[in-house]
């Protein structure tokens, strides 16, 4: 036998082999579709002759606690008890639903407690689920909350995720801080995008939650500050003195000082246009995000002096500092003269970009005019 045809016959095991896989798995899967459906059902008929008991004003039945403490401890189980409550969801929010859901606090508390033991992924499976069913804000005391708090403590990025986004329901403003404070020194840092989306979610009061973190800023990491700037910037406009002074210090870290930057272009605060002039016109390349943050920011600042600055950062080498500053200009509504002077000067790119600007603003009002 040569050796191509033992190749051919190795080849033609490697895929029977396959083909064996594939059909295995496909029938495991089906299997457990069936078990899953199976669970769904006997959990639905559960969960509705609950709901019809209070829809009847009638008590719910204390084995039904003790039977749903017995079985959500398996996480497939609980996978199938949250596709009932999903549906039942999908179904309309009724006050039945919403009683029924308030009456298994117990019950979670007690799953709280022995998800807290299990695998990471099994963890945080059940942080979803609470999270999902607003859990943390079903339940008046803070027992639960403690209990999440502690999730933080798990080296996951999914716990730890799922366990912020459960306290962003209706949370208590105390928890929330724990628990990033517990994540900020943990040394297992999640994505600045990824706490400040989350905090942005939070159902509560802004003000409080922000006034909260404020007091605890300093003891933060850089990452965690960057975070709690970026969503103060969304939801507040008190903290124009805090921004200005961030904005100021040279020993803040660079991308500290550039979420507040970006602060003063939603929030006008004449004291910081001076220091937004300055920075307009920084030449460092290594600092190039100075200047083009800023230029950007100066669209809300008006004055003879604003519009000098934007024009002479049209000539900067840099692509986004001149973009920035077209964009800026189209705020001033600048007289013809003062166009003609970009325009017909000597500066090829600086001309090139403000030409391109027009040319995207009459696409975008041709666009408008469409759809109106």
Known sequence: MGISQI?????????????????VYSFILKRNDVRLERKI???????????????????????HFEYLERKLTHVYNLIAFDKVLKKQYESGDSPELSAYLRSLKPVMLYLAVD?????????????YFIGRYNYCGRMPMDSLQDIVVDYMNKHNLYCRVNALQALYCFGSVDNIVKAIDIQDKSGYFLHEKI??????SYSGDHEQLICRLWDKFESFGEKTQLSVLNYIRYKSGAYLKEMYAIMQDEARGKELRISAIRYFGKYKYEPAKQLLLKFA???????????????????????????????????????????????SLDTHNLSYENLLEIVGGNDRYAREMLLYRLSSNRLEQRKKAVTE
Not at 7 to 23: D, E, H, P, W
Not at 115 to 127: G, T
């Open 281 to 327: 016109l920084e030449d460092d390349p290594s600092r190039w995000e100075y200047a083009a943050i800023s230029v950007n920011s100066l669209a809300s600042y008006e004055g003879e002096d604003v519009e000098d600055i934007l024009i002479k950062a049209m000539h900067s080498a840099n692509w986004y500092v001149r973009y920035n500053a077209a964009v």
């Open 115 to 127: 998800y807290r033991k299990r695998d990471s992924l099994e963890a945080a499976y059940f942080l």
């Open 41 to 63: 059902k006997k959990f639905e008929k559960e969960a509705l002759r609950q709901i019809e008991n209070i829809r009847n004003s009638e008590e719910i039945d204390k084995k």
């Open 7 to 23: 190749l051919l016959y190795g080849y033609g095991i490697i895929c029977l082999s396959m083909i064996l896989f594939n059909t």
């Open 195 to 200: 706490l400040q989306e989350g905090l942005l």
